[in-house]
């Protein structure tokens, strides 16, 4: 927005820029001239998708040398004279910046584009700070004075739940004693499809200070339930289940696809059957952490602290001797999201949490319009495991979907998870119906293949990428309009982006506005495999890792990879896989950037087809 001030009043002219490239104002100077306002813009910043190219100042004075802002106005967009500062050495069509010896825009080819980037800065997109989380009153709770022992034997659930409302409804801190271990055995409380004593829905302002003691769950209750909340704060606890979600298993006996194995502790139930549901073992191999899941369809006990396990077939790769993770029956893989996030508002604040312990997914965040931040959140096995091998969850530690805005990872620590560390993507929408070429009915695509309609995450203005039915890029749209059917699916008026040609039933679409865009990882440590998407700064992180996923997989999850750097990072062995699953690819996976990144242990980057990778001559040979 370019703005004038003459006469008190105000005129203003929207520019839009087909180019990347943007100018953003940094320096406005209000001079007084006689009975007149005048505001000359004293300096600009190149950008582009929120990285900082250089500075310019105006190139034009006026006969007292006061700076005055010079343009020609174009279909397309606007011409700037400007005059480069030493930082700035950037310039792109679309946006014209020229020194004042140049002529005008008109007659000046723009500077051409230097082979490599510099080091992107950090992205700063938060609008709501971490401070802004917690209490909205003085009010300390004591949760002792609800009920609740902390004896680690009383069942404190319920009386945790009496304590939480109160501090809901006084908008309080609760506070709980340290040193203390409390054991939750039941709850009456509960928010989305989740019970919890933590359970919160439609609170506003509340801090839940858990002392640092041990808080031990019973199987089939989450740690936190949160929906529909606006600025919550939970910090200082160490969360654990009462029942351990493994077993340590030594192959006995194989015959096909059934294993007997001995266990190190006497399994939670007698049988499993998993034939309707996800559950699989792991091999265990001393000091390096694999992922090669088994899938199982029953577990039985067939004598103390003896199971048999059926497979789904034969090539199950286990021998007589080996040791196995196995799924404990009725815990392990049996509740999924632990902590269940989900349409959230305001700040989100989780603070010196340790989890030691979970049956499956342990955070799911999902549909948020909230800032979040996760410090110092660690996923280790507990101070209190002395078992001969050890592992924390069986699902993914931060599955994060269908996000709007920041998520903010700093001084966390995650170790022997086994599926991904971290999935931040948007969840897919199925195109059920083409209508006039440029309207599409669409539903939630993951619940669509259960047999329900769910509306698709999207606002209007969304940004959205077309995938074929073979998951292979078509390419990417805009919408227009949004019209909500009554059974549960959505129309959508788009706008066509430059590649896209067409689109079909069948066909799936992904939005680049709610995979958590502009959010950080810093200053962590983390073990396994890694799915990320767009617009992601990780900086001072330690990966030991078997393998990252920057994939254009529209058979999964959306949207198309970009705009996601690495600054200063170490990889302990693995790949970094970045390219297409498909076979036929239009698809431009742009900007996934390695700054000052140490690869030991055979760690590399692993390009796919039609990925061209640019080694800047700046870079040293680490």
């Excluded at 007084?32 to 034009?60: C, M, P, W």
């Excluded at 343009?71 to 480069?84: H, R």
């Excluded at 990320?532 to 992180?541: D, S, T, V």
């Excluded at 330690?542 to 170490?570: A, H, K, Q």
Aim: charged share 25%; glycine share 10%; proline share 4%.
């Amino acid at each position: 927005i370019v703005a004038f001030v003459e006469g008190g009043s105000r005129r203003k002219r929207l520019i839009f820029f087909r180019a990347l490239f943007r100018i953003r104002v940094v320096e406005i100077v209000f001079h007084r001239l006689g009975d007149r306002s005048i505001q000359h813009v004293h300096y600009f910043v190149v950008e582009r998708k929120g990285r900082t190219y250089g500075k310019a100042r105006n190139g034009i004075v006026d006969d007292e040398g006061v700076p005055q802002v010079s343009w020609t106005a174009y279909d397309n967009g606007l011409n700037l004279i400007l005059e480069y500062q030493e930082d700035l050495h950037f310039t792109s069509e679309g946006i014209v910046v020229v020194p004042l010896t140049e002529t005008t825009p008109e007659e000046t080819e723009a500077p051409t584009e230097p082979e490599t980037d510099p080091v992107p800065e950090p992205i700063n997109r938060a609008e709501y700070p971490k401070e802004q989380a917690g209490a909205k009153t003085e009010t300390v709770l004591n949760a002792a004075d609800f009920g609740v022992k902390g004896d680690g034997k009383t069942d404190d659930g319920i009386a945790i739940g009496r304590a939480i409302e109160a501090a809901i409804e006084q908008k309080a801190t609760l506070r709980f004693e340290s040193g203390k271990t409390y054991y939750i055995g039941s709850t009456d409380r509960s928010a989305g499809p989740f019970g919890s004593p933590f359970a919160m829905n439609g609170a506003e302002g509340v801090t839940v200070d858990g002392g640092g003691s041990v808080f031990r769950f019973a199987p089939g209750i989450s740690y936190f339930a949160l929906t529909a909340n606006k600025d919550i704060r939970i910090c200082n606890m160490k969360l654990d289940l009462s029942v351990s979600p493994y077993l340590v298993g030594t192959v006995k006996a194989v015959n096909g696809a059934n294993v007997t194995y001995t266990t190190d502790m006497e399994p939670h139930q007698t049988y499993v059957d998993s034939r309707n549901s996800v559950n699989f073992s792991i091999k265990y191999n001393e000091g390096t952490q694999q992922r090669p899941h088994q899938f199982i369809n029953t577990v039985q006990k067939t004598a103390s602290k003896e199971v048999k396990v059926e497979y789904q077939h034969e090539n199950h790769g286990y021998s007589v001797g080996d040791k196995v993770f196995l799924p404990n029956p009725g815990v392990g893989n049996a509740l999924s999201e632990i902590m269940y996030i989900s349409a959230n508002t305001g700040c989100m604040v989780f603070e010196n949490i340790e989890v030691w312990a979970a049956p499956s997914f342990i955070a799911n965040v999902r549909e948020n319009d909230a800032e979040i931040y996760f410090e110092n959140v660690d996923y280790v096995p507990g101070a209190e495991n002395d078992r001969e091998i050890k592992m924390v969850s069986w699902r993914d530690g931060y599955h994060v979907k269908d996000n709007r805005r920041p998520i903010h990872w700093n001084e966390c620590d995650v170790d022997v998870l086994f599926d991904d560390v971290f999935n931040v993507s948007s969840t897919l929408g199925y195109i059920t119906s083409v209508k006039n070429g440029n309207r599409i009915t669409v539903t939630q695509y993951e619940l669509y293949t259960y047999g329900s309609f769910h509306p698709f995450s999207c606002r209007e203005g969304d940004v959205i990428d077309v995938f074929s039915s073979k998951g292979v890029y078509a390419g990417e749209a805009t919408i227009r309009r949004i019209i909500e059917n009554p059974n549960g699916t959505m129309d959508l008026v788009l706008d066509y982006g430059e590649s896209l040609r067409k689109m079909e039933e069948g066909w799936l679409v992904g939005n680049r506005d709610t995979c958590a865009p502009g959010s950080t990882i810093t200053n962590s440590r983390f073990t396994g495999t890694f799915r990320f998407r767009r617009e992601i700064r990780i900086e001072n992180c330690v990966f030991d890792m078997l393998i990252t996923w920057i994939r254009e997989d529209g058979s999964v999850e959306g949207p198309l990879p970009g705009n996601l750097d690495y600054v200063n990072c170490t990889f302990n062995g693995g790949s970094i896989d970045i390219g297409a699953a498909g076979a036929s690819v239009r698809a431009a996976i742009t900007d996934i950037g390695f700054w000052g990144c140490t690869f030991n242990k055979g760690a590399h980057v692993a390009p796919g087809r039609n990925v061209v990778v640019t080694e800047a001559d700046t870079w040293t040979e680490e």
